[in-house]
C-alpha cells in the first residue's frame, strides 16, 4: 500500500512485494508463524508501516488531509504506540518521519505544511521509542545476554545490507528497465520517499550494532524498507515512454536472462510455500499429539514423562516454518526448553527421545 499508494491497483507490484519479502527476510517463519516473534517483529512493524503511510498520503496530498486540530489527540497516543514497538523498526520509522518533515521545509517549489496533527504523531513516536530506549529491562537483558565483539557486529550488519538490501533494490531496477520504464521519468518527489525509506533500512540494519545480540529475524524490518524503497520507484516508473526499436534489441539478452530468472524465482516460491506448508502441518500434528500424550500421562499419575522430539520426515525445506532456527526439547531434562514445557504442564520433567 505505500509503494502504491494513490494509483491503481497493481498486481504485479503485489507479486513482487510479497516474493521479495519471502526471499530475503532471514528466519521468515519466526517471524511470521512463531508467536512470539510475530509479537516482537511483525505486529509492531504493522503499526510503523500504518504511521509511515499516513505521512505518504499527506506527501502525496500535498497536505490537503489532517487539517482538523482534532487529529492531534488520535495522533499522538497512536505515535507512541508505534514507536514503543521495536528497537530497529521505531529506529527507521523515526527516520524516515524526520526526513519527510526536512522535506517538506525544504521543499521550496511545492511547500507542504507542517500541521499539528503530523507534529503530534511525530512527537508521538519520539516519545514511545524514549521509553523503549529507557525501559528498565534494557540492561537486564543485557546482563542475560552474550555480547558480540563490536567488529563483529559491524560485519554483520554490513554483510546482511549489502547482500539483502543492495540486492532487492538492483532487481527492482533491473525489472523496470526490462520493462520498458525509464528512471527519468519518475517524479522527483517519489524518489527523494524512496531515499528515505532505503536510509532507514541501512540504518535499521546498523543500530542493531548497539544491542548484545542480533537475531536473524530483527533483519526483517530492514528488507521490508528495502523493498519499500524500491516499490515506491517501481510504482512511479511512468510506463508510457517506449524505448526505441535499436535499444529493444540491444536490451533482448538481459530480457531474456531477467525471465528465466523470474520463472525460475516463482517455480521456487512456489515449491518452498507447498514445502513450508507441509512442515507447518506436520510441526502441529506433532505438537498436538505431545500435548495429548502428556495430558494422558499426568492423568495417569506419570509425572517425569518422555516425549518424541519434534522432527520432519522428508529431506527437502525451504526453512520458512515457524520452527527453523529454534530449538526444541533435548534428552537433557534441566535444558531450559525442557524445563519450559514442564511447567507449562505442571509436571516434574520432560525427556525428549528420537522419534
Known amino acids: 500500500k505505500i509503494c502504491n499508494l494513490g494509483k491503481k491497483p497493481n498486481l504485479k507490484l503485489f507479486f ?29 512493524a504493522i503499526f510503523a508501516l500504518l504511521v509511515l503511510l499516513v505521512f505518504r498520503k499527506y506527501t502525496l496530498e500535498k497536505g490537503r488531509c489532517f487539517k482538523s486540530i482534532w487529529w492531534v489527540l488520535p495522533a499522538l ?8 514497538g521495536m528497537e530497529n523498526i521505531s ?13 517538506f521545509h525544504k521543499n521550496k517549489e511545492n511547500k507542504i505544511p507542517v500541521r499539528p496533527a503530523v507534529v503530534s504523531l511525530y512527537i508521538g513516536c519520539l516519545i514511545g521509542f524514549a521509553v523503549l530506549f529507557f525501559a528498565p529491562g534494557n540492561s537486564s537483558r543485557a546482563e542475560a545476554e552474550e555480547s558480540l565483539g563490536l567488529v563483529f557486529k559491524c560485519f554483520i550488519a554490513g554483510y546482511y545490507w549489502i547482500f539483502f538490501g ?18 527519468i521519468f519518475i517524479k522527483h518527489s517519489e524518489i527523494m520517499q524512496s531515499y528515505f525509506y532505503y536510509i532507514a533500512s541501512i540504518l535499521s540494519a546498523f543500530c542493531l550494532i548497539a544491542a548484545p545480540s542480533i537475531a536473524e529475524r530483527a533483519w526483517f524490518i530492514s528488507t521490508v524498507y528495502a523493498v519499500a524503497a524500491a516499490g515506491i520507484i517501481f510504482a512511479s516508473a511512468d510506463g508510457k515512454e517506449k524505448i526505441s526499436e535499436k535499444e529493444n534489441k540491444r536490451t533482448g539478452p538481459v530480457k531474456a536472462i ?32 505431545r500435548g495429548k500424550y502428556i495430558l494422558e500421562q499426568k492423568a495417569s499419575g506419570n509425572m517425569d514423562i518422555s516425549v518424541p522430539v519434534i522432527s520432519y520426515k522428508y529431506p527437502f525445506r525451504s526453512k520458512h516454518d515457524a520452527l527453523s532456527g529454534l ?14 514445557l514442564a511447567g507449562y504442564y505442571g509436571i516434574n520433567s520432560v525427556t525428549g527421545i528420537d522419534p
Open 16 to 44: 513482487l512485494v510479497n516474493i521479495f519479502i519471502w526471499l530475503f527476510v532471514p528466519d521468515y517463519g519466526q517471524v511470521m508463524f512463531w508467536t512470539s516473534g510475530s509479537a516482537n517483529y511483525l505486529y509492531p
Open 77 to 84: 497516543p497512536f505515535g507512541a504506540v508505534a514507536g514503543i
Open 91 to 103: 529506529a527507521g520509522m523515526i527516520v524516515i518521519l524526520t526526513l519527510y518533515i526536512l522535506y
Open 166 to 183: 543492495l540486492g532487492i533494490f538492483a532487481v527492482i531496477l533491473v525489472l523496470i528497465w526490462c520493462s520498458y520504464k525509464k528512471i
Open 258 to 289: 531477467s525471465s528465466i530468472i523470474t520463472v525460475c524465482g516463482c517455480i521456487f516460491c512456489l515449491v518452498s510455500i507447498a514445502d513450508t506448508a507441509l512442515c507447518s502441518y506436520e510441526i502441529h500434528t506433532q505438537s498436538i499429539q
Open 327 to 340: 530449538s526444541d526439547i533435548k534428552e537433557d531434562s534441566s535444558y531450559w526448553i525442557n524445563q519450559a
